[in-house]
């Protein structure tokens, strides 16, 4: 209800004064519709450069082959499935911000919601395309569906992991692209309703005729929450799939029942990091500081500190775990690990997923956009690392020593890698260009509850306790878009 | 007689405007339908709409969903092609569990989703009938049908009493035609 006023001593989600229903409109829309600015540009041509170099590093290895890659029959997994596994993983982030936390009515997640489920589809396109790219021969992926053919029928064997990933990966993809165009076609219709000329017919086109009534609201509200509900296991199932590549396996380091919840744990980790490397640029780039507030900030930094943790005790456990096992196999998998010539990107990982997450408990660090935007990507690359580590680790040291080889990366796999990157972000970019990177419709209904504003109203009507009142003015001091010195009189 | 089609009752805020349909109720206006930029909880019960069924149809879908997914892979697993895999047997229930569950999710999905367009009339290019253009920006619009609701100054002053910032008489439904 919009008229509910919530507690005092909760942190607003709106800041700044004078803020309207026209004003979240205007804010919001003002990317979508002027003209670039100069750093939009220079973001998109870098990120487009790289683009091109994933365009032209997945053909080479499409007309050469595989063998352009440093594979070798001992490490037959390394760069492709090393960079598969982190983009689904960054993509969780997404959905968890837009469906695990709208069914806990976690209304921060508004104005956040919209650009990290774009951020979800853009990542599983990047992971997809590693998927088809590791193929070697990409007109091979439709052997991977269950279609009548010529042999039979011979069908998949839906025994192996494998194929549970292609039913999962893809599901995943096209509910999240239902679920974040659904959520669109209220803010498309504001940009539709103010556009004019072909701007205004493209719009038209994309709103699906959405007009805001009673009954479409109403509609719109029920599909927003069931799709809520089913994708919160969907989340879960995909990274469960995703971990069962490896554990279903015999491989010693792979083999492990405790894959399921450290890989969703380690996705959602993840995923995280990279909604606030991409949040930190977006919020001061396109000037949404009063909607992506030091609360939204904190809160993901929370949420880092709190997976980080769980993933760190998932790596001491796998470890106990293997000493209790008493399989001979398994420890000498794990010494090598931490000993073994890939001892270095071991420690990368611990120390980027393990000991950085935890600088996060002290307030200064964490309420510091510098210090959270160079963690968030610390934490990326740890975790980039972990997936290598579990990957390529464990392959090259065979069980027949006289196959234990070195994993060596050619420019090819390097290029598709910083490629997928490019693609990502020209994508990224693409979308804060021509759709709006912020819930408004959603954002709006937090402005007569939560916002800065309608706080100091109460404040100014007096009857709040002083303690409260004291203790909502320290929640502010963090805040870097509110202007402390209204306070003083308040 | 007036070429008034529909008067536009415009708030600025949601709770003048629940005011606005509670008063227009009070005087026994008929309300055409309501236009907000966010969802507003309650109009529905005031104006007496029922509870969306997508939920039932959700269900449905899942349900569909499962059964789908589940028996192909009886077809192909068990019936079709049973195939010797190291002795292991054919009908492995276990293994069908991701597949099925995904293709429920998916059908779910799909199948609410174009119940909603379908039964809301959305779908790419159909034609907006917006009656004012600021409904989807900063305005919460009561939409009263003229047509038998006389007389149009009395509508206007309950709208205005109850904080309407603007109130329009429309000769056309829609303004987004042309």
């Given amino acids: 209800m919009a008229s509910h006023s919530e507690s005092i001593i909760r942190e607003p989600l709106i800041t700044g004064t004078d803020i309207t229903y026209a004003k979240i409109t205007d804010d919001v829309l003002a990317p979508v519709e002027n003209t670039p600015t100069k750093a939009w540009w220079i973001g998109f041509i870098i990120s487009s450069i790289a683009a091109s170099l994933w365009v032209f590093a997945v053909s080479w290895t499409f007309w050469f082959g595989i063998g352009e890659w440093g594979l070798n029959k001992t490490v037959g997994w390394a760069w492709d499935i090393t960079g598969f596994v982190w983009w689904v993983g960054i993509g969780h982030a997404g959905t968890l911000i837009s469906a695990v936390l709208l069914l806990f009515r976690q209304n921060w997640r508004n104005s956040i919601n919209r650009s990290a489920e774009a951020m979800t589809i853009f990542a599983v396109i990047c992971a997809a395309t590693y998927i088809v790219a590791h193929m070697g021969r990409p007109w091979m992926a439709v052997y991977s569906l269950p279609l009548p053919n010529q042999y039979g029928s011979l069908w998949v064997n839906f025994n192996s992991p494998l194929i549970w990933d292609v039913f999962a990966i893809s599901t995943y993809f096209s509910v999240s692209l239902v679920f974040w165009y659904t959520g669109l076609l209220p803010d498309i219709a504001t940009i539709r309703d103010r556009a004019k000329g072909w701007r205004q017919k493209i719009y038209s086109t994309l709103s699906f005729g959405w007009t805001g009534s009673v009954k479409t609201w109403q509609r719109f509200e029920t599909v927003s929450l069931i799709l809520a509900g089913i994708s919160t296991p969907l989340v879960l199932s995909v990274h ?219 404040l100014t009507d007096g009857h709040q306790d002083a303690e409260q009142v004291q203790f909502y003015k320290e929640s502010l001091e963090k805040f870097d878009s509110v202007e402390m010195a209204d306070y003083q009189k308040v | 007689m007036s070429s008034t089609k529909f008067i536009l009752g415009l708030f600025d805020d949601p709770d003048e405007m629940m005011n606005g349909i509670h008063k227009l109720q009070e005087n026994s206006v008929p309300i055409y339908d309501v236009y907000t930029p966010m969802p507003i909880h309650g109009i529905d019960a005031k104006l007496g709409i029922k509870d969306s069924r997508l939920g039932y149809a959700a269900f449905m879908f899942g349900c569909t969903g499962g059964t789908v997914a589940f028996s192909m892979l009886y077809y192909m697993l068990v019936h079709d092609w049973p195939q010797n895999i190291g002795g292991k047997p054919h009908f492995a229930i276990p293994d069908f569990v991701p597949i099925t569950f995904e293709w429920t999710v998916l059908f779910t999905a799909f199948g609410m989703v174009a119940t909603f367009f379908y039964a809301t009339h959305l779908f790419p290019g159909r034609t907006p009938r917006v009656m004012d253009l600021r409904a989807t920006n900063d305005r919460f619009v009561i939409a009263i049908d003229a047509k038998g609701n006389i007389p149009h100054e009395d509508i206007t002053n309950i709208l205005k009493e109850a904080g309407a910032v603007e109130v329009k008489h429309n000769d056309r439904k829609y303004v987004s035609y042309e």
């Avoid at chain 1, 399921?260 to 909604?275: D, L, W």
Wanted: charged content about 10%; some cysteine.
């Fill in chain 1, 240 to 458: 469960t799939i995703v971990s069962m590549d490896f554990a279903t396996s015999l491989e010693p380091g792979w083999h492990t029942t405790i894959f399921p919840p450290y890989f969703v744990a380690g996705a959602i980790f993840s995923g995280f990091a990279m909604v606030q490397t991409l949040l930190l640029v977006t919020r001061k780039v396109l000037g949404l500081e009063n909607y992506i507030t030091m609360f939204h900030i904190e809160s993901m930094n929370k949420i880092i500190i709190l997976t980080g943790s769980i993933v760190g005790v998932a790596y001491l456990t796998e470890f106990f775990i293997a000493w209790y096992s008493g399989v001979e196999y398994e420890q000498y998998a794990f010494i090598n690990r931490a000993t073994g010539p890939y001892w270095w990107a071991y420690w990368s990982m611990m120390s980027c997923n393990v000991i950085s997450p935890q600088l996060f408990w002290v307030k200064k660090w964490r309420t510091s956009i510098p210090f959270s935007w160079v963690l968030s990507i610390v934490v990326n690359i740890g975790m980039w690392f972990e997936r290598f580590v579990i990957i390529v680790t464990s392959l090259h040291r065979d069980y027949i020593p006289s196959s234990w080889a070195m994993f060596h990366p050619t420019w090819v796999e390097v290029s598709i890698f910083i490629g997928s990157i490019g693609v990502f972000f020209t994508l990224f970019l693409l979308f804060i260009r021509v759709l709006p990177s912020v819930a408004m419709a959603e954002v709006k209904l937090l402005l007569k509850s939560s916002s800065e504003q309608a706080k100091k109203k109460i």
